[in-house]
């Protein structure tokens, strides 16, 4: 039953850092939507991770060069996706205030995706690895 209720709980995070990119877009003061392509960066940011964990081999060593490269290629995608709505807001593309709502989607989107990962991912009965 724990893992029905964290999955409950990352979903209900997820819905509001997705909330927040929208609003950052579609209230009428900042009315642009340049900042949807943060999406992009958090349908890639898991990718590195599933191809280090079926390359990688399952030794219980601590550190191996495959899980740290991906752990290298995901930190790129996340500076990235947080990186591309100050370069827009920069270049005034888009507002600062809508700058800083797709920053904290940003941050509660990653840390939804990191918390799917340290709960489902431990290989345990109840795991992404099933679905």
């Known amino acids: 039953m724990a893992g029905v209720k964290a999955l409950v709980a990352l979903s209900f995070s997820g819905a509001i850092g997705l909330t927040f990119l929208m609003l950052g877009c579609a209230l009428e003061y900042y009315g642009v939507y340049w900042p949807l392509f943060v999406l992009i960066f958090y349908f890639i940011c898991p990718i590195p991770h599933f191809i280090a964990k079926r390359v990688g081999d399952d030794s219980d060593a601590a550190s191996s060069a495959c899980r740290e490269l991906a752990y290298f290629f ?43 990962f340290l709960v489902f991912g431990r290989g345990d009965d109840f795991s992404w690895e099933q679905w």
């Open 74 to 116: 995901t930190t790129g995608i996340v500076v990235s996706a947080f990186g591309l709505p100050i370069i827009l807001a920069r270049v005034e593309a888009i507002k600062w205030g809508a700058c800083g709502l797709v920053l904290a989607g940003n941050a509660v989107i990653f840390l939804t995706i990191l918390g799917f």
